[in-house]
């Protein structure tokens, strides 16, 4: 059953509750740019990506991408021509190295998507933050999950969606 909600953090906190499945909230504007308020919900929530696609604009360009956010993973059936993408977030004074992290990737068959940098407020302060986007396509996760899991310290996995582009 669809429903509104008045508010985005409305929306997040119905899913986080288990009051509703799903939510769709705004994700990136044009040219890929994160929108704050929406990874500062999915942090506070500690929601997943179950699936991003692009809205078109007037002109016909992608202006604004959505993100369909769960309290649980949704594992999306991969067909032959997709590109599946692992979203993780780690913090910028962890155990592992960006150039460690991404060596291992290249070596575990993903490639990396995207990178950006976010700060949240916790109980400690502001706590910055890297999430990196990585490809493979079509392939399993499974190498490049057991990596983080034994040598990044800690890491949340945000989402496992498919084509972006």
């Known amino acids: 059953t669809v429903s509104y909600a008045e508010t985005l953090?409305?929306?997040?906190?119905?899913?986080?509750?288990?009051?509703?499945?799903?939510?769709?909230?705004?994700?990136?504007?044009?040219?890929?740019?994160?929108?704050?308020?929406?990874?500062?919900?999915?942090?506070?929530?500690?929601?997943?990506?179950?699936?991003?696609?692009?809205?078109?604009?007037?002109?016909?360009?992608?202006?604004?991408?959505?993100?369909?956010?769960?309290?649980?993973?949704?594992?999306?059936?991969?067909?032959?021509?997709?590109?599946?993408?692992?979203?993780?977030?780690?913090?910028?004074?962890?155990?592992?190295?960006?150039?460690?992290?991404?060596?291992?990737a290249e070596i575990l068959g993903a490639s990396v998507y995207r990178i950006n940098t976010v700060s949240f407020d916790t109980e400690e302060g502001q706590i910055a933050h890297y999430t990196v986007v990585f490809k493979d396509e079509g392939r399993d996760f499974s190498p490049l999950l057991v990596f983080l899991t034994m040598f990044t310290g800690s890491y949340t996995a945000i989402g496992i969606y498919k084509n972006l582009e």
């Not at 909230?25 to 990874?39: D, N, Q, V």
């Not at 692009?54 to 997709?82: H, R």
């Open 9 to 104: 953090r409305e929306a997040a906190e119905e899913v986080a509750d288990g009051r509703k499945e799903y939510a769709i909230l705004p994700l990136e504007e044009k040219g890929g740019a994160r929108l704050a308020s929406i990874a500062a919900l999915i942090y506070k929530y500690d929601l997943k990506i179950a699936s991003v696609t692009p809205v078109f604009g007037f002109d016909g360009t992608a202006d604004v991408k959505y993100a369909m956010v769960s309290k649980n993973f949704k594992i999306p059936e991969i067909l032959e021509d997709d590109d599946r993408y692992l979203e993780i977030r780690l913090r910028q004074d962890g155990s592992i190295s960006l150039s460690s992290l991404f060596l291992a």
